[in-house]
């Protein structure tokens, strides 16, 4: 859910910098099996145990919602450590880049489809914060050959407020709890919304950009061949 994929650490025998820059160097030598990588490992693991947890006993046990509640607690908490890892000691895996997004959508999608399966949330709210994160993470793709888009404010807003909302949909509140929910929820959805148009205009501008900087360095190639014809049609006509 971060804006930088989590990836991890160094097998390289070197030791990181803190704070420094990913590079090259960073990605080829990180291990595969380091602190980052096996958080974001375990919240994959946790999908299944949450979808047990939330759907035993029917769906409706309070005491096993907690417990599911309890596991998607945890999802996110690896979310953010595994993120701060990568991002402080420069450590980075291919496995990581692509395992990051994939455990993060996860475990929401998990958790909204089973809420709309027990009828806590309707399905048009699934459908809607879906649709927006499985189409913003392919967008990142289309572009990415130009730049990548950054994480914005608002879309770490709308993050928080999704966790923050989605967990009190899979505890058992009652009373004036069960309502703040259904406006958490509201202001999650508004956010998710907003900041996904906002994406898709980055996206636009950026992919623009990067197309009309790509046809001028063709035609600064295609200018330069040019003219090297010309000055050696020269020098064969003075022979």
């Given at each position: ?16 910098v803190r704070g ?5 160097a960073?990605?080829n030598?990180?291990?595969l099996?380091?602190?980052?990588n096996?958080l ?6 946790l ?5 047990m ?7 409706y ?37 692509i395992?990051?997004p994939?455990?993060d ?17 309707p399905w048009?709210v699934?459908g ?14 289309w572009?990415i050959?130009h ?18 909302a989605?967990?009190m949909?899979?505890?058992a ?12 929820m ?5 956010l998710t ?8 205009r980055?996206?636009?501008?950026l ?6 900087a ?12 040019s ?6 049609d020269s020098?064969?006509?003075?022979r």
């Open positions: 859910m971060t804006g930088v994929p989590a990836s991890a650490a160094g097998g390289s025998g070197t030791k990181p420094g820059k990913l590079g090259t960073a990605v030598q990180a291990s099996w380091n602190i980052a096996i974001t490992m375990v919240r994959l693991l999908v299944p145990g949450f979808v947890l939330l759907l035993h006993n029917g769906g046990d309070p005491a096993w919602r907690s417990f599911a509640w309890a596991a998607f607690a945890v999802a996110m908490i690896t979310d953010l450590f595994d993120g701060h890892l990568a991002r402080t000691y420069n450590l980075v895996t291919d496995f990581g880049k395992a990051d994939i455990a959508k996860a475990i929401m999608g998990a958790a909204l489809i089973c809420l709309s399966y027990l009828g806590d949330l048009w699934t809607v914060i879906l649709f927006r994160e499985i189409g913003i993470t392919l967008m990142r793709f572009v050959r730049a990548v888009i950054p994480a914005s404010r608002g879309g770490k807003m709308k993050t928080l407020a999704q966790g923050t989605v967990g949909y899979v505890l509140l009652t009373g004036p709890l069960a309502t703040l929910r259904f406006w958490v509201a202001v999650a959805v508004v919304v907003v900041t996904g148009l906002d994406y898709v980055q996206a636009v501008v992919r623009r950009k990067g197309l009309a790509e046809r001028a360095v063709a035609a600064g190639r295609a200018s330069g061949a003219a090297s014809a010309r000055a050696s020098a064969e006509a003075e």
